[in-house]
């Protein structure tokens, strides 16, 4: 079961995946729906994230978390 | 100026000395660059010379740069000639955002960069900055305002940490460009 949060959150990425797969990744308009995109993020759950983000790499840990 | 973190959260950190990472476009000879156009041919893990861009006005045109836009201050969008000033302890923070440990689950995947599997820019590179940076900074501070179910901060800005002017925030935020380490990723 998904939050509310998840559904808006994914269908305006997919918003975003459909403009800057058209073109350039930084115009205006997909900036503008980076910054709607925002407030989402910290509403999901962190199972929520994990799977959004379930693609995506990260540079490397500089050292272990604290 | 110190680190504040909102009552109740736990501090965490990912490196030692501890830093905190944003994403930005990046700036090399004064200029606006990519990623791609710096790290062609570089094989080191950082990438010398390189900061984050500086808005050319007091208010950031978007927030991949090292400033604020209007709304992201307290109080949001200022009338001329009013001061900002710090979040009280529990409100959310007003400054620029940034995140206290490199974690999947934390950063928003509309920031990273496609070739990172995201869906943010691919001119944008990721940068880190000390926290003591802000801490031995006359008028700026750290303060992470929101924490995960464990009470561990996820979400970070950067503030004034007194009343000043919008100006004063963006001198004193441009003055930690050189700074920023950015990553070779």
């Given amino acids: 079961m998904h939050t509310a949060a998840y559904y808006k959150y994914v269908s305006l990425l997919n918003k975003l995946k459909d403009l800057i797969s058209a073109g350039p990744d930084d115009l205006p308009e997909a900036d503008a729906l980076r910054d709607e995109m925002d407030p989402l993020w910290f509403q999901l759950s962190e199972s ?3 799977e959004i983000n379930k693609n995506v790499k990260l540079p490397p ?3 272990i978390e604290r | 100026m110190q680190t504040v973190c909102a009552p109740g959260l736990v501090d965490r950190y990912d490196a030692i000395p501890p830093v905190i ?3 930005m476009i990046p700036c ?3 200029k606006i660059t990519s990623y791609s156009e710096v790290s062609t041919g570089i094989n080191t893990l950082t990438l010398s010379g390189v900061t984050p861009a500086v808005p050319q006005s007091i208010w950031a045109p978007n927030s991949r740069m090292l400033g604020v836009r209007q ?5 949001p969008n200022p009338p001329a000639a009013t001061d900002i000033r710090p979040a009280v302890p529990g409100q959310a923070g007003g400054g620029m ?7 999947i689950t934390l950063l928003p995947n509309h920031r990273i960069p496609k070739r990172n599997g995201g869906t943010g820019s691919n001119v944008d590179c990721w940068f880190s900055l000390p926290r003591d940076v802000i801490v031995l900074s006359v008028d700026l501070r750290l303060y992470f305002d929101f924490g995960d179910a464990a009470n561990r901060i996820v979400h970070g800005v950067i503030e004034p940490g007194l009343q000043m002017s919008p100006a004063d925030f963006s001198r004193s935020l441009s003055a930690t460009a ?3 380490v950015c990553i070779n990723f």
């Fill in chain 2, 71 to 75: 709304h992201e201050v307290i109080p």
């Fill in chain 1, 61 to 63: 840990s500089p050292s």
């Fill in chain 2, 178 to 180: 050189a700074s920023w």
């Fill in chain 1, 48 to 50: 929520e994230r994990a």
């Fill in chain 2, 97 to 103: 955002s940034v995140l206290p440990v490199l974690l």
């Fill in chain 2, 28 to 30: 090399s000879s004064g």
């Fill in chain 2, 21 to 23: 990472y944003r994403i």
